[in-house]
């Protein structure tokens, strides 16, 4: 069983939507919880990231952990179209260490 | 700053053959990591530097792979005899630790294909 589990998708929401993504994992040593954005051929993107259990807002993009269940999400209101792309949680025991990643959630806006 | 840079992007080979790619870190990084990414998946953790040492590898690294960061600087990774499932995006990151993950900076990797 992986560390990090993301659902694979693809999950196809129509423009305007809130689309609703999460993460689980098993090693409670982790302590930075983040979110990337990766387009096809090209590196990751940093998203969010958080710091332990809470919320944080960004804009259009809200992310959310809850380490005593081991969950995290992130939630984007009012998709585009250039929403649309692979979205990776990632998580590391400390701040600039090694990331650990999900598979990757791929996501289609439609028009 | 031109963030960080890979190359070559597309590198096709035969099985067996060795293969180098580079990766040139944002310059004030002293942090400098290698990652794998099969398609369908995401990065997986190959090796690490703080300046020019080595400082954690993972198991996925075997024998066949090696990395350098003479100098601290740009950073190479070998594969020597390749295989067929070492086909994957290799993808470089720099961060510079007293800053956290905000400086984390992915380029955009190396595709190799091996047939």
């Known amino acids: 069983q992986k560390e990090v589990e993301q659902d694979p998708g693809p999950l196809s929401v129509p423009e305007g939507a809130i689309v609703s993504l999460n993460c689980t994992y098993s090693?409670?040593?982790?302590?930075?919880f983040m979110w990337y954005r990766q387009y096809s051929r090209k590196g990751p993107e940093l998203l969010m990231y958080?710091?332990?259990?809470g919320n944080k807002e960004d804009g259009r993009f809200t992310a959310q952990v809850d380490k005593s269940s081991k969950y995290i999400s992130l939630f984007i209101r009012d998709s585009q179209p250039s929403d649309s792309a692979t979205y990776l949680c990632a998580m590391s025991e400390a701040a600039g260490n090694k990331l650990t990643f999900g598979g990757g959630t791929r996501v289609l806006v439609k028009p | 700053d031109t963030g960080v840079s890979q190359n070559p992007r597309h590198k096709i080979t035969k099985r067996g053959q060795n293969v180098t790619f580079r990766c040139d870190p944002i310059s004030e990084h002293n942090r400098l990591y290698w990652y794998r990414q099969t398609l369908g998946q995401g990065p997986e953790f190959l090796t690490y530097f703080q300046n020019e040492a080595q400082l954690e590898k993972s198991r996925l690294l075997s024998d066949r792979f090696s990395a350098e960061r003479p100098k601290g600087s740009f950073s190479t990774l070998e594969i020597q005899r390749t295989e067929q499932g070492d086909s994957a995006m290799y993808l470089c990151?720099?961060?510079?630790?007293?800053?956290?993950?905000?400086?984390?900076?992915f380029g955009s990797g190396t595709r190799l294909t091996v047939v």
């Open positions: 090693n409670s040593a982790f302590q930075y």
């Open positions: 990151a720099s961060i510079s630790s007293d800053r956290g993950i905000y400086g984390y900076t």
């Open positions: 958080t710091y332990s259990s």
